[in-house]
């Protein structure tokens, strides 16, 4: 080991790029999106073709496996492996070339799949294979896996579309693999290096009759179009090579190889124009999974673009996720499942009519009872709902989850009946329990039997399904793998599924590649058992470990960290939208993203030898840049709530390491600002005085280049107190929340607040409450927010019900009563903190609720015209929604909204304040949110809910954002 150690070293000491041996990076790319784990020896992030290079030929020097890695979305734990890694999905990202005329386009190997389509757009292009990945996905993970996606029965695979790659090969050397003529396939085999070694062998290779007759007789039926188990040999067959008239291309080969013939550099793609301009979706609900199978056919007779199948599990699982929640719009009942059948056409009447059709012939044959048609832009939500198939699963609670296994088989459609009949009885046989979803149009589903990895006797099992499967699928020559590949999952029975021969030619064909085996070794063929080096060891003790929060909902705080199951989600960038992750998006970071955090969270907890299993710097680090946006409990699939986990993880550290000052004095902000509140005037010269403000700042650790929240001349309660107004003919009474932002800093917005809410005919009433408790749960001091949570679920449960509800004005604290309370409270407070959180509004909630009964109008605002541009709060985001806040915004009938489409600002409370974080704070700002206010026009109003992201947009931009509700008091009349 000590060796490895000083020859990684020596890589790490070479190379003019980053480079990393650390622990915990190792763990983090430890895994992928499969069921696999095994610690690399190192990671390189190349920037160009010469790091590349360097690396290939210390590999070899010392026999060491490279394995190339992009957005590790791989599911058969394709880039799993001990060796080096190379990660180029940081800096191999250039569009390079794009020809409009003969419709192609070279790629870096790091260019991310809807990206690339936003960039092709303008042009009236695309390419075609799309998959549910496509938001992190890069072009080189497409063509290692040979990528299909939801529109295959169209588009086909991404070999289809490949027309050339450039890859250096072991003798680290770039070679172009692409279209070959008779002329020059003769030229190729008379190179005296490894190109002409490799065309030399598939000449040998597939020259012979007899072989390609083996080959012919042992692959798929032609009719699967998702083929992609082993090699592609069957590419061969009919060109040149063998002997035929067809041009030869190895870039065919290369396309589903795994990353096990070399590193690809450069990728040229054949592109199509984009669809139709009308496009619908025809969802089918049906009562019966089993009824998807025969209606699948019915619906293929009418030409659809893509056939995808949800189950009854899938959607129940999708119920607990608030990002699906908005998605299952068109969900009517509890389906057994649900067929989309999408549709394409130049006008609505001929889906409109194809969709009458196709809905009566399924009626006669007593398949489906509800058809909604949903069209435009609309069907993306139910996309979504689609793609969030993997990640959702992971909220089956427990440790027996859907396991992708048999995820990937490929049959003749017309007989995937047949097929699934036989597959339900090996699942009847074991007692066990299977998600279906995806590719039913083209004869592939995603099987997932219901496993417990953790259980030796269900590890056992995991082989036996895999290779009974794999018989049966051979049965009726189909594909193990349509398109997420072989591996390390389904390599062991490419023998039995080819028959020996077919296998050795695979063989050969690698060492023709690679003829020292460096290439991603141990994937494809000479693999492991498939039942070996798991995420989890079997058998292992479960480690109780004792939390402030409650995990209970997910039996725990490891298991909470086990939801993540790699999908990736968290990698996707700015270009793609949504929040999470905004730490990744400002730095293109593997240990930014969710997964890196919940993979070291879940290797500590579960292995720590310490008491105190949080007492790690590994873990304190990876968490540090967390913002506590709450993206993840959003936008995860699996609803991985990692602000609650580092909350969490830091009261367990400060056990062990003490509080530091700084975390402390954030937290008590309020008690800090209730003393400054007593000298006003005092507090603030200290604070904008540039000569104290800076000494101020350095002591605790703040960016001296921040200006700091000043103190107002009164607090709101004082005000309140001063002002209150009693109203004898009103709309009803309201609870409003004075937190400790809106009390001290921002009282002209809770003045506003309460004018506006008078005006409307409003009895407001000030709830006894000194904080919220949301500084206290940012900065990781959980116990004291306990305390404070079920203080305040005491005071408010009498009073606080659907018709006096709790309003807030600022979206952290008020959503802390919705979102955390409910796990800080006490058993015994346990329901009074559930019915408070029902009955938790954010103004622009109630504001909404009450103008959709009639009792706010747009009489009662102005009429002039105003264009407002808004920035919606991180957590309101994730817990609640924009939408009441662009319903009120828009109320007057001249006001229009539009919401700028970025994450999260970048402040995230105090964390931009901090020396250490002020730049990537500005990064995050400067991705979607600053460049979209600066070419605002002055006249248009910025608005923003959060104080935190109207302090960064001042700062960043030098614009002043107005809360909403200064926006909604203004337009009164």
């Not at 019966?288 to 129940?316: S, Y």
């Not at 069907?379 to 992708?404: F, I």
């Not at 794999?470 to 591996?487: I, N, P, Q």
């Not at 932002?741 to 002209?748: A, S, Y």
Request: net charge positive; aromatic share 8%; charged share 25%.
């Amino acid at each position: 080991m000590k060796d490895l150690e000083i020859k990684i070293n020596e890589l790490i000491g070479q190379l003019g790029c980053e480079a990393k041996c650390d622990e915990s990076t190792l763990i983090q790319y430890s895994t992928d999106a499969s069921a696999y784990k095994e610690k690399p020896y190192a990671v390189v992030w190349p920037q160009d073709v010469n790091d590349i290079q360097q690396v290939i030929r210390f590999a070899k020097k010392y026999k060491m496996p490279v394995i190339p890695r992009a957005a590790g979305t791989s599911l058969a734990g394709q880039v799993v492996g001990k060796g080096i890694i190379i990660d180029i999905s940081k800096h191999f990202r250039r569009i390079i070339n794009l020809d409009v005329n003969n419709r192609r386009v070279t790629v870096e190997p790091g260019v991310i799949l809807d990206e690339l389509n936003l960039f092709l757009k303008p042009h009236g292009l695309f390419f075609g294979p799309e998959t549910s990945t496509s938001n992190r996905c890069t072009l080189s993970g497409m063509v290692g896996n040979n990528s299909c996606g939801s529109h295959s029965l169209v588009y086909g695979s991404t070999r289809d579309h490949l027309h050339s790659v450039k890859m250096i090969l072991d003798d680290g050397n770039e070679y172009f693999f692409g279209e070959v003529n008779q002329k020059e396939f003769s030229e190729k085999i008379q190179l005296q290096n490894r190109e002409g070694d490799i065309y030399r062998f598939m000449h040998n290779l597939i020259a012979n009759k007899q072989t390609q007759t083996l080959i012919t007789n042992n692959y798929p039926d032609p009719i699967v179009k998702r083929r992609n188990t082993g090699y592609a040999l069957d590419t061969l067959i009919g060109t040149v090579a063998a002997g035929g008239g067809l041009p030869l291309n190895l870039a065919k080969i290369i396309a589903g190889s795994e990353g096990t013939l070399g590193i690809i550099t450069e990728i040229t793609l054949n592109l199509v124009p984009i669809p139709p301009k009308e496009k619908a979706i025809v969802a089918v609900h049906l009562h019966n999974r089993t009824d998807a199978f025969k209606a699948n056919l019915i619906a293929l007779k009418h030409k659809p673009w893509a056939v995808e199948l949800m189950d009854n599990i899938i959607l129940e699982c999708t119920k607990g996720n608030i990002e699906q929640q908005k998605n299952r719009f068109f969900v009517q009942g509890d389906p057994g499942a649900i067929l989309i059948v999408e549709f394409f056409a130049d006008c609505k009447s001929e889906i409109e009519n194809t969709a009458r059709v196709m809905e009566r012939e399924m009626r006669d044959a007593g398949y489906g009872y509800h058809f909604p048609i949903i069209w435009g832009i609309e069907t993306a939500k139910v996309w979504n709902l689609r793609k969030a198939g993997l990640g959702v699963l992971s909220n089956v609670v427990g440790d027996a989850k859907p396991v992708s296994l048999i995820e990937d088989t490929a049959v003749p459609v017309n007989r995937l009946p047949e097929y699934m009949d036989d597959f339900e009885k090996i699942m009847q046989r074991y007692g066990l329990e299977c998600v279906y979803h995806a590719h039913i149009g083209t004869g592939e589903l995603h099987l997932r039997p219901v496993l417990n990895l953790k259980d030796p006797k269900d590890v056992e099992l995991f082989h036996t399904i895999g290779l009974e499967v794999a018989r049966l699928v051979k049965k009726y020559k189909g594909s193990l793998s349509g398109e997420h590949g072989d591996g390390r999952l389904r390599g062991e029975f490419i023998p039995l599924f080819y028959g020996n021969e077919v296998y050795q030619l695979m063989r050969e064909l690698k060492f023709a590649f690679d003829p020292e085996n460096i290439f991603n070794p141990g994937k494809i063929i000479d693999t492991a058992p498939m039942n070996s080096s798991l995420r989890y060891i079997p058998g292992q003790k479960e480690r109780v470990i004792g939390t402030i929060f409650d995990f209970s909902s997910t039996l725990g705080i490891i298991r909470a960290a086990e939801k993540c199951n790699g999908s990736g989600d968290c990698r996707k960038t700015q270009l793609s939208g949504g929040t999470l992750c905004p730490s990744y998006m400002a730095t293109l970071n593997e240990s930014n993203t969710t997964r890196a955090r919940a993979n070291l969270l879940r290797e500590f907890l579960t292995s720590s030898p310490k008491k105190n299993p949080f007492n790690h710097k590994e873990l304190y680090e990876i968490l540090d840049l967390c913002l506590s946006c709450k993206g993840c409990k959003n936008e995860c699939p699996s609803s991985v709530d990692m602000a609650k986990l580092k909350a969490e993880f830091l009261q367990h550290w400060y056990d062990a390491n003490g509080i530091p000052i700084r975390s402390w004095m954030v937290a008590y902000i309020a008690h800090i600002n209730r003393l400054g509140s007593l000298f006003p005037r005092l507090t603030n010269w200290i604070l904008s005085n540039k000569l104290t403000s800076k000494i101020l700042m350095q002591a605790i650790g703040f960016e001296p280049k921040r200006p700091m929240p000043l103190i107002g001349k009164y607090t709101f309660k004082k005000w309140f107190k001063r002002n209150t107004k009693r109203l004898t003919n009103h709309n009803g009474k309201v609870y409003l929340l004075p937190d400790e932002f809106t009390n001290f800093n921002d009282v002209h917005i809770g003045v506003k607040a309460v004018e506006l809410l008078n005006r409307l005919g409003y009895e407001v009433e000030l709830v006894d409450v000194f904080e919220s408790g949301r500084t206290y749960i940012s900065k990781g001091l959980v116990r004291t927010a306990k305390r404070i949570a079920n203080r305040n679920i005491e005071k408010l449960s009498g009073i606080i019900n659907h018709d006096t509800p709790l309003i807030g004005i600022e979206p952290s604290a008020i959503l802390s009563f919705r979102d955390e309370y409910p796990d800080l409270a006490t058993h015994e407070n346990k329901q009074k903190a559930k019915t408070l959180a029902e009955n938790t509004l954010l103004f622009e909630e109630f504001f909404a609720r009450e103008a959709a009964k009639g009792k706010i109008k747009p009489e009662m605002f102005t009429t002039r015209t105003q264009h407002i541009k808004l920035h919606g709060h991180c957590q309101q985001k994730a817990i609640a929604s924009t939408s009441p806040t662009k319903t009120m915004l828009s109320f007057p009938i001249n006001f229009t909204v539009e919401e700028i489409p970025s994450g999260c600002c970048g402040m995230a409370g105090a964390f931009g304040y901090e020396k250490e974080h002020y730049d990537l704070s500005i990064r995050v700002g400067e991705l979607v949110l600053f460049p979209e206010i600066r070419k605002t026009p002055e006249k248009t109003i910025i608005a923003a809910p959060g104080t935190s992201c109207r302090h960064q947009i001042k700062d960043g931009t030098g614009r002043q954002a107005l809360h909403p509700i200064e926006v909604m008091r203004e337009a009164l009349i």
